[in-house]
């Protein structure tokens, strides 16, 4: 139902509880004071990170397939990765997770937008790039990764993202914002 009022309950942090500490999240059990009604909220803090959209010089993308536990199976993604540090460019990560990842490098990358990947507990913001004029660089694997490096034409990955196959939040709004983009062009 629209509320024509827009009248919103006041909502107050009242303690904020560390429940878990990982390598790449921290798990909160927060105490909230929603209008009134006290509850508890999961919260997850995610220091960041960057993705990058590598367009080849024939049109083809990069992308990279690899396992994803959460999911039990292999994925088919755009290169990302966590920011090494909190306050680390977007475009620093990027164009670091483009060479390790993928085994190509730019000095041609652009922003293409900003995502944050489940509002609802995560604080995860994700800034994606676009990268042309790759050239051949050294590809450097995290030693838990273990990832294939493909080039797909756009038109198929779109294909794959209408069929339900392309599920990664992250690629899809790159691949369909860049799809617009280049549309216009």
């Not at 993308?61 to 994803?68: A, G, N, P, T, Y």
């Not at 085994?103 to 293409?112: P, Q």
Request: charged share 30%.
């Amino acid at each position: 139902m629209l509320n024509e009022e827009n009248t919103q309950k006041p909502i107050r942090l009242l303690k904020r509880t560390k429940a878990y500490q990982g390598k790449v999240i921290t798990v909160y059990d927060d105490l909230v004071d929603v209008g009134g009604h006290i509850t508890h909220w999961d919260f997850i803090h995610h220091d960041g990170a960057a993705a990058v959209l590598p367009v080849l010089e024939d049109g083809r993308i990069l992308m990279v397939r690899q396992f994803r536990h959460a999911l039990g199976r292999y994925t088919l993604e755009i290169p990302a990765g966590k920011l090494d540090r909190p306050d680390e460019p977007f475009i620093e990560c990027a164009r670091r997770e483009l060479e390790e990842e993928t085994g190509y490098r730019s000095d041609d990358l652009t922003f293409l937008l900003y995502v944050n990947t489940t509002v609802a507990f995560l604080d995860e913001k994700i800034g994606i790039f676009l990268a042309r004029d790759l050239k051949k660089g050294t590809v450097c694997w995290d030693e838990d990764e273990e990832l294939g490096v493909e080039a797909w034409e756009l038109e198929d990955l779109k294909q794959m993202i209408y069929n339900g196959e392309l599920t990664d939040g992250k690629t899809v709004a790159a691949l369909m914002t860049y799809a617009q983009k280049e549309a216009k062009q």
